[in-house]
């Protein structure tokens, strides 16, 4: 089956298990959307190896496919130790200072002195994923005195994060520029940023990337859950990157934090990925544990626009199975009627225009009257975006250019194909025949209703009968 229409689409991570042409154009065919390369992994030549790859898998498929360019962001570790490792008491007073020399029980390297002139006493320092926790005690130019309050071993070039402090750091390194200019060479689609603080930060990439490709933001930092209505306004789409997000917020507070993103999400119209350790069993197992299936199934009721896979199809001994399993997952839960009645609830209030009644009264007549599609035909894509937020019950088929195409991947309901296919379908009456082969064995039956435009506005709604 070359299209695999749901309304909440599937972003997966390409990686050694997955690569090769064969493999990614198998991805695809299974249920991906998205392509998602982790630039924390791999070279440019790997990269641009896969980029090619899924062009030729989208060109074999005769569909759009997106490509996301996912920044690693600032890495902060600590230094290395004498002994490769120590074992930290709790209780126990231990430095992190800018002294280059190996490591001991009181005292290791930290080379980042903006966390030490950004520190405050009482903030916490997470090591290794937050196993470890320490408290700033006191502080001078080039030090951090610190209580342990976890215990534990702590390894040379362990993580740390610092979740109670804006820290002053670039929200682009050395490193991400190189990435990010390669990757928009190659001509991706999105470009994930990571570690994002402020509504500052994604203004600063924006000012970089110029519209070259849509800007997915990552929120995984407390700080960013502050400014989560600027930084979405700013943004093309959002990451819920719950993997860093729950070790700098307490993990029980990360699903209510995941709703209240999608909830601002949705309502300023932006598409959002819910990510991380979704199917992560299955990175060594064949089936997922019912938990995982819950958090699938509850993002889809939840009204995610996608969901993730890392390394399930990345670096997993199943990752066609991981796809296989999000494909069926998802499409059990818009099976159910509740799932609808979420939806139905999720449409904003429409705009008091001539416009916003015309795309009002397509989102009704698609919960009353059994249409194959809602067609639409325009260049900036905005009523399929607009129609897309409203979770519409019909398959949103949009006509656009290809770049458009492929950013369109990403949003809820929306199948886009390039312009060049439009009108001889329209001039022809042949949507149902059409959709009725794209669509195979799907459900496409009734007629379809297409959105006239004149000047860039909405003119009128037109019934298309096969």
């Not at 299209?3 to 990686?15: C, P, S």
């Not at 940023?193 to 110029?210: C, G, N, P, Y």
């Not at 938990?291 to 993730?308: I, L, P």
């Amino acid at each position: 089956m070359d299209i695999r229409f749901r309304n909440t689409k599937i972003v997966a991570t390409v990686g050694p298990a997955t690569s090769g042409a064969d493999k990614i154009e198998r991805l695809a065919r299974t249920g991906v959307n998205v392509f998602r390369l982790n630039f924390s992994h791999g070279t440019h030549q790997d990269h641009q190896d896969r980029y090619n790859d899924i062009r030729a898998a989208e060109k074999t498929l005769g569909r759009p496919l997106g490509i996301l360019a996912d920044m690693q962001g600032p890495k902060l570790r600590v230094g290395n130790f004498a002994d490769s490792f120590v074992v930290l008491e709790n209780g126990q007073a231990f430095t992190l200072d800018l002294d280059g020399t190996p490591g001991t029980q009181q005292r290791v390297c930290l080379p980042h002195p903006e966390i030490i002139s950004a520190a405050e006493i009482g903030s916490r320092l997470l090591l290794d994923d937050g196993k470890l926790v320490l408290k700033v005690t006191g502080k001078t130019d080039a030090s951090i005195e610190t209580e342990v309050l976890v215990g534990g071993k702590l390894s040379g070039c362990k993580g740390v994060n610092v979740p109670d402090v804006t820290l002053p750091i670039p929200i682009l390194t050395k490193k991400d520029r190189a990435d990010l200019d390669f990757a928009l060479s190659l001509g991706v689609d999105f470009i994930a940023l990571s570690f994002v603080q402020t509504a500052e930060d994604v203004q600063k990439a924006r000012d970089i990337i110029q519209g070259r490709a849509a800007i997915i933001s990552k929120i995984e930092k407390p700080q960013a859950l502050e400014e989560i209505s600027e930084i979405v306004a700013l943004s093309e789409g959002i990451m819920i990157a719950r993997g860093d997000l729950g070790v700098e917020c307490p993990p029980e507070s990360v699903p209510a934090s995941q709703k209240r993103i999608l909830k601002e999400a949705h309502r300023q119209g932006r598409p959002v990925i819910v990510a991380t350790q979704m199917l992560e069993s299955m990175i060594t197992a064949p089936s997922p544990t019912r938990a995982e299936v819950s958090d699938v199934a509850q993002a889809v009721y939840d009204g995610a626009d996608a969901t993730m896979l890392s390394a399930e199809s990345a670096s997993g001994s199943f990752p066609f199975e991981a796809v296989a399993t999000m494909d069926r997952i998802i499409r059990q839960v818009e099976t159910d009627m509740e799932w609808r009645s979420r939806m139905k609830n999720m449409r904003p209030e429409p705009e008091l225009t001539a416009e916003g009644a015309l795309l009002e009264g397509a989102a009704k007549i698609s919960e009353v009257y059994p249409l194959s599609a809602i067609i639409t035909e325009s260049d900036d894509v905005k009523y399929a975006r607009l129609l897309s937020n409203k979770r519409v019950f019909a398959k949103i088929v949009s006509f656009t250019d290809a770049a458009e195409a492929r950013r369109l991947c990403l949003y809820w309901g929306v199948w886009a194909q390039e312009k060049t296919l439009a009108q001889s379908i329209i001039r022809n009456f042949s949507v149902e025949k059409w959709l009725s082969e794209k669509l195979k064995n799907q459900d496409h039956q009734g007629a379809a209703l297409s959105l006239e435009e004149e000047k860039g506005q909405i003119s009128g709604l037109k019934l298309i009968n096969a």
